[in-house]
């Protein structure tokens, strides 16, 4: 039996995901500051991935897509 070695992994991510990253936390810096609140829970019916933003009294209900919009500063 014989086993094929695991790709290595780099000393640190590369700098396009630390710029993503540090985009997503002044996403939700801003969001904070606005009192925002952004949840994602699991649907136990579904089993999908449940993302809802409640501001200003409202609560909208997300698709993975628009969180990464919305984490991404567009």
Known sequence: M????PAAL??????E????LD???RALDELTARAAELTL????QTRQ???ELVEDG????????????LLAGA
């Open 2 to 5: 014989t086993f094929s070695s």
């Open 23 to 25: 985009a997503a936390a």
């Open 17 to 20: 995901v630390l710029a993503e």
């Open 58 to 69: 409202s609560r909208r209900r997300l698709s993975p897509t628009q969180l990464f919009r």
């Open 10 to 15: 780099p000393d640190a991510p590369p700098a």
């Open 49 to 51: 991935v449940r993302i």
């Open 41 to 44: 829970a699991m649907d136990e």
